[in-house]
């Protein structure tokens, strides 16, 4: 891919870093925002050397959410006949789908959120594992504000992660919900005085993250993930046959012996996925 404009990406010791970085504009999203967030997440997915994500952010604002220049002009929304309406089902599909790739990701996500995550950026976190936030952070489904339904996530997931009539107030009114009721609910997991110990927080716990087996902690977030949506019983048959499938002896012994020398373990990255098309 050419080099990202809405965003910078680096690695350090397995731990990558996804930077929106156009905080003149609040980091809002516009189809070349979307772009390159489906294309670095899908390298990041089939390359296998990060172990965790931090996605954060530059500016007063995490991320306005999707760009109001956006509906004027680069995405046509045909409300006059069937077909514009079918267009706009498929198109939102798309959408949704390059949010799903956060929570579908082979690592754990963690964001660290600073300011506004207002709209389409409620939709992107919720996406996410791990939520840290700045004293000063918002969240607002802003969506009913400007007419519309929130329609990329927010609405589905959300719903998973704090009270049901916490959602309804926020989707109901476009209020504001502070980072301190964030925590209370428990959509955030910290609260932290600046952006900047937000984020240090946010790379910490990522480092701890990365210095376990990859493959261990891929099928954790298998088993949380299959969890949420399914009953008790279904996720203990299915938890069966995932540690039948990753379980390793060699890793396990690594990880006590790295405990007792207090050092760092030494174990196998995830395996580079290779797109089927480009097979044989």
């Known amino acids: 891919m050419t080099a990202p404009t809405c965003f910078s990406l680096t690695t350090t010791d397995h731990v990558a870093h996804l930077v929106m970085n156009r905080p003149g504009e609040l980091n809002t999203m516009h189809p070349t925002f ?14 296998g050397t990060a172990r965790a994500l931090v996605i954060s952010s530059t500016g007063k604002h995490f991320s306005a959410g999707m760009s109001l220049q956006t509906f ?35 690592i754990p996500v963690i964001c660290a959120i600073q300011g506004g995550c207002i709209g389409g950026a ?19 489904i802003q969506e009913i504000n400007i007419g519309m339904v929130a329609d990329v996530g927010t609405l589905q997931r959300l719903p998973k992660l704090v ?6 107030e926020m989707a109901y009114t476009g209020r504001r919900l502070p980072a301190a009721r964030a925590m209370a609910y428990g959509l955030v997991n910290e609260v932290f005085d600046s952006a900047e110990a937000t984020l240090a927080a ?52 690594e990880a006590i012996a790295a405990m007792k020398d207090q050092r760092a373990g030494d174990f196998t990255p ?8 480009t097979l044989g």
């Open 34 to 47: 979307w772009r390159e967030l489906d294309e670095l997440l899908t390298q990041m997915h089939r390359e």
């Open 202 to 253: 946010a790379l910490q716990c990522a480092k701890e993250i990365a210095a376990k087996p990859p493959v261990a902690i891929w099928g954790t977030k298998q088993a949380v993930t299959y969890a949420r949506d399914h009953s008790v019983e279904d996720s203990l048959r299915q938890m069966g046959w995932l540690q039948g499938a990753v379980w390793s002896n060699a890793h396990v012994r």
């Open 163 to 168: 009270p049901f009539a916490v959602v309804k």
């Open 270 to 277: 995830l395996t580079r996925l290779q797109p089927f098309t």
């Open 122 to 140: 409620v939709d992107m976190v919720t996406a996410a594992c791990i939520r840290y936030a700045s004293a000063d952070a918002f969240f607002c």
């Open 72 to 106: 004027a002009g680069a995405i046509q929304m045909d409300d006059q006949s069937p077909e514009g309406r079918a267009a706009i089902f498929d198109l939102l599909t798309d959408m949704q789908a390059t949010f799903t790739k956060i929570e579908n990701l082979r």
